[in-house]
């Protein structure tokens, strides 16, 4: 009589990924655009910070359960920076730092320094890495899909904390790097997405990574040029209807993402969104009136929805003991 052998289940611990990140910049982000509504619409201050508690002590315990799962379980690390779509999803953690960094600020300004620095050199040393991985082997652009944009156009978010930090050279210098490149990777997850077969039903939710560049490079342009009201400057122009198109754009795919099985990747709806609002409101403070107003009072209110329902789904998720299971 022959057994056949059960599969291994790794612990828990081991299969904790990095792509949860993805909670703290959503949460975070959230938090940074109502601090935004609180100056532009003059919203509740206390919403801001009641979101930004909690991105922090989110934060704080994946940094440390990440911190032992590369202790105690280094080969599923190393397995999952091999992999091809996967280790797309690590520059989140230095994402994730910025987005806290950006939050902290008004409030303690040298542990703001402190992680904006850090996530700065994390992101710097995981997009170099990255990059040079793509360079120098041949990429099956079949399996890419636009996460590939976080390591990439990560570092157009940057100069959002580090110009008011006072590092405008190093913003600058993240600024042009994210910029151009988010132009080349467009163009190729354009052509995947339009020549190969379809994205899965995880991967589809990444398109909404498509809004984070224009968005949050509106946000990183009038960081670094701080522009007065009613002189925005073409180019954030361009960025802030560029954002409009794809927003809208993506609204017509929502019956389709949601329409399947509910997976933790759908994260990545939440940041893209964030960052969107932020952009509205900040082109409202520059070009006031009741069409930029109304945009950014929708902007605002899809990004508040899509992050409590997010947030609803996954708790029930986890309750349901189907957390963390899915590769």
């Not at 790794?10 to 601090?35: I, K, T």
């Not at 652009?141 to 590939?148: G, H, R």
């Not at 929805?305 to 609803?312: A, F, I």
């Amino acid at each position: 009589m022959t057994t056949t052998a059960l599969p291994t289940v790794q612990p828990l611990l081991a299969r904790q990924s990095v792509a949860n990140f993805a909670w703290v910049m959503g949460l975070g982000g959230l938090a940074n655009a109502y601090a935004g509504a609180h100056a532009v619409f003059g919203l509740p201050l206390w919403c801001s910070q009641v979101l930004l508690g909690l991105s922090c002590a989110l934060f704080a315990l994946l940094v440390v359960t990440h911190v032992a799962k590369a202790l105690f379980h280094f080969d599923a690390v190393r397995a999952e920076f091999n992999h091809a779509v996967r280790s797309t999803f690590f520059p989140a953690m230095s994402v994730a730092t910025v987005v806290v960094a950006i939050g902290l600020r008004p409030y303690n300004e040298p542990l703001a320094r402190a992680l904006w620095c850090l996530g700065a050199a994390a992101h710097f040393a995981l997009a170099l890495t990255l990059i040079r991985r793509w360079l120098l082997a041949a990429q099956d652009e079949s399996v890419m899909t636009p996460a590939w944009f976080i390591p990439v156009v990560g570092n157009i978010l940057l100069p959002v904390g580090g110009a008011p930090l006072g590092y405008v050279h190093a913003s600058w210098f993240f600024f042009s790097v994210g910029l151009v490149l988010w132009l080349v990777f467009f163009t190729i997850a354009m052509h995947r997405v339009l020549f190969f077969a379809p994205l899965s039903e995880r991967s589809i939710p990444t398109l909404f990574i498509l809004l984070a560049p224009p968005s949050i490079g509106f946000a990183a342009y009038t960081a670094l040029t701080s522009p007065q009201i009613g002189q925005v400057g073409l180019l954030a122009i361009v960025l802030y209807n560029l954002a409009l198109f794809i927003a809208i754009l993506l609204a017509t795919l929502v019956p389709r993402i949601t329409h399947g099985p509910f997976f933790l990747s759908w994260w990545a709806m939440t940041f893209p969104l964030d960052g969107w609002a932020g952009a509205c409101l900040a082109y409202h403070r520059l070009q006031p009136g009741p069409a930029t107003g109304a945009i950014a009072a929708v902007a605002l209110g899809c990004a508040t929805l899509m992050v409590l329902w997010m947030t609803g789904r996954t708790l029930l998720y986890i309750l349901q003991g189907k957390a963390f299971l899915e590769d």
